[in-house]
């Protein structure tokens, strides 16, 4: 049982280049999540879904996006990368019960 | 805007004693409540959550939520060094957490 995936784990982009970054869950939770973390910093929100289809911006949306076509994938699109992307990017999936929510081990993202 | 405020220490506290974690809210109407620790380098994993006010306990970890003071708070009980880690609130309505920065805690042997 795999849990989250995340793909790649570490990624240097030059500015104005894109990239998406891939999240899969294999536990056919409808509720996933991007976060992003910067140093000494608690996670922010950047897009959510509560289901195939169904996605909506979070706290922080601007310069990404997301798309949820199937119930096991998740991915999040950097359109012309800036600087302040730098981060590093988390996936999340979580279920009906509060005891099942399942971080990915993270996509550390430099943009330079 | 809803906000979660953590001291973000670091809290240093020996090896056997209490540490004492602490967590204020905005949002008067939150109603689940979340603790996770996250390892230098790795993801966040819960540990803990609490939806009514008082005490709340699993192991040597306490959660306790004060709602009328806007307040939530997580006790670990003879700490390990193993413990040493940044801990996140989270207050979580309706399935969109807002995440505190966290609070580092070392536990120093």
């Known amino acids: 049982n795999a849990g989250v995936t995340q793909t790649p784990k570490f990624r240097i982009l030059k500015i104005g280049q894109s990239m998406t970054l891939q999240c899969t869950q294999d536990?056919?939770?409808?509720?996933m999540y991007w976060y992003r973390q910067d140093p000494g910093m608690g996670l922010k929100l950047i897009y959510y879904?509560?289901?195939?289809?169904?996605?909506d911006k979070g706290e922080v949306p601007n310069g990404y996006n997301v798309s949820r076509s199937t119930t096991e994938d998740f991915p999040l699109r950097l359109e012309l990368a800036a600087p302040s992307q730098t981060s590093v990017y988390f996936c999340?999936?979580?279920?009906?019960?509060?005891?099942?929510?399942?971080f990915g081990p993270g996509t550390r993202l430099t943009v330079t | 805007q809803k906000e979660v405020e953590q001291n973000s220490g670091p809290l240093s506290v020996p090896e056997g004693a209490i540490a004492s974690l602490n967590c204020t809210y905005s949002?008067?109407?939150?109603?689940?409540f979340f603790w996770y620790r996250q390892y230098s380098g790795k993801s966040p994993e819960l540990i803990m959550f609490?939806?009514?006010?008082g005490d709340k306990e699993d192991g040597r970890f306490t959660a306790q939520l004060n709602k009328a003071s806007q307040y939530v708070s997580l006790l670990i009980r003879d700490s390990q060094p193993s413990d040493s880690a940044t801990y996140l609130c989270?207050?979580?309505?309706?399935?969109?957490?807002?995440f505190g920065r966290g609070t580092s805690l070392i536990v120093h042997p």
């Open positions: 879904s509560v289901g195939a289809g169904i996605t």
């Open positions: 536990m056919n939770h409808n509720y």
């Open positions: 609490i939806y009514s006010n």
């Open positions: 989270a207050v979580n309505p309706s399935y969109i957490p807002t």
């Open positions: 999340a999936a979580r279920g009906a019960s509060p005891y099942e929510q399942y």
């Open positions: 949002d008067r109407g939150s109603q689940s």
